[in-house]
């Protein structure tokens, strides 16, 4: 079974000058470009801690220093795939390529490496306002009908689950979204297991979907398209602050 790591890191109100220079030296020249020119603050510590650790957890499976990992992002925002490297003590054998995925929030970040394509999606619940209306335009029928069905926190949480699955596959397949609304359906089992169809078959494709809940009121989902010896690791906070 070849586990599929997801770390998380709970975002520090403050980071020491020192930290945030070394974390700084980390990224690339277009990734510096990119956080310079963010205008909130917030959003510039959301994407520096992000591709820091990202780039930190590259570095400790490519086992290479984090600033010579080859990461490169599509029209600067798509994470794209990780050649893999000669691994020291194996002779010439080669691994990769690596599929990582980002999300933030305010407090939260989350980052997944896997060796097929993965997407990883994190939300507070409760900040959507319309929810109806947003899951009529944005769900699967069946799935807007089971929301809109709902009241209270209980359509909060099935709203935000939903959404989150929803981000975790666009991000893994890259599956243009007007395809998405009617041609993919999730259901949620009582034991929150995660059921999947695609144009209205059991998918042929093998999927996995997980569902966690990293921080009180926040929900995330990961994606992953690969064998089902590829299991979902356990999540673990990351200190690197
Ligand atoms: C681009 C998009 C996936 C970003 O998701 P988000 O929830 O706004 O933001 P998150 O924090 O979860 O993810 C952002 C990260 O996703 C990554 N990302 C951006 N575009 C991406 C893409 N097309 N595919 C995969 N990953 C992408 C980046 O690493 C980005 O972080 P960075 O800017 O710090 O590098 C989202 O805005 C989007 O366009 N979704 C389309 C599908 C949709 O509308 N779904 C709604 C629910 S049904």
Same mark, same amino acid.
């Given at each position: 079974m070849q586990p599929i790591p997801l770390w998380t890191l709970q975002i520090p109100d403050t980071i020491a000058g020192a930290r945030q220079k070394?974390?700084?030296?980390?990224?690339?020249?277009?990734?510096?470009?990119?956080?310079d020119a963010m205008e909130s603050f917030t959003r510039q510590k959301e994407y520096l801690l992000s591709h820091a650790l990202a780039r930190l957890k590259i570095a400790e499976v490519l086992? !290479?220093?984090?600033?010579?990992v080859p990461l490169?992002?599509?029209?600067?925002?798509?994470?794209?795939p990780i050649p893999g490297s000669l691994v020291p003590?194996?002779?010439?054998l080669v691994t990769g390529p690596w599929h990582l995925s980002l999300s933030h929030t305010h407090l939260l970040i989350a980052c997944a490496l896997a060796p097929c394509p993965v997407g990883v999606d994190v939300e507070p619940v409760g900040r959507t306002k319309h929810i109806?209306?947003?899951a009529r335009r944005m769900f699967h029928p069946t799935e807007a009908d089971e929301v809109c069905a709902l009241i209270g926190d209980e359509k909060k949480?099935?709203?935000?689950?939903?959404?989150?699955?929803?981000e975790?596959?666009?991000?893994?397949?890259?599956m243009p979204l007007t395809d998405m609304i009617k041609g993919i359906v999730f259901n949620i089992d009582?034991?929150?297991?995660?059921?999947?169809?695609?144009?209205?078959?059991?998918?042929?494709?093998?999927?996995?979907?997980?569902?966690?809940?990293?921080?009180?009121?926040?929900? !995330?989902?990961l994606a992953v398209q690969g064998p089902l010896s590829h299991t979902i690791k356990d999540i673990q906070l990351t200190e690197i602050v």
């Amino acid at each position: 079974m070849q586990p599929i790591p997801l770390w998380t890191l709970q975002i520090p109100d403050t980071i020491a000058g020192a930290r945030q220079k070394e974390l700084y030296s980390l990224l690339s020249p277009a990734e510096q470009k990119r956080h310079d020119a963010m205008e909130s603050f917030t959003r510039q510590k959301e994407y520096l801690l992000s591709h820091a650790l990202a780039r930190l957890k590259i570095a400790e499976v490519l086992k !290479m220093p984090p600033a010579d990992v080859p990461l490169l992002f599509e029209d600067n925002t798509k994470p794209s795939p990780i050649p893999g490297s000669l691994v020291p003590g194996h002779g010439s054998l080669v691994t990769g390529p690596w599929h990582l995925s980002l999300s933030h929030t305010h407090l939260l970040i989350a980052c997944a490496l896997a060796p097929c394509p993965v997407g990883v999606d994190v939300e507070p619940v409760g900040r959507t306002k319309h929810i109806d209306d947003v899951a009529r335009r944005m769900f699967h029928p069946t799935e807007a009908d089971e929301v809109c069905a709902l009241i209270g926190d209980e359509k909060k949480l099935r709203f935000t689950q939903y959404w989150v699955l929803r981000e975790a596959f666009y991000k893994a397949s890259g599956m243009p979204l007007t395809d998405m609304i009617k041609g993919i359906v999730f259901n949620i089992d009582d034991d929150e297991k995660v059921q999947f169809t695609i144009n209205h078959q059991p998918s042929t494709i093998p999927w996995q979907f997980s569902l966690t809940s990293p921080l009180p009121d926040h929900i !995330m989902a990961l994606a992953v398209q690969g064998p089902l010896s590829h299991t979902i690791k356990d999540i673990q906070l990351t200190e690197i602050v």
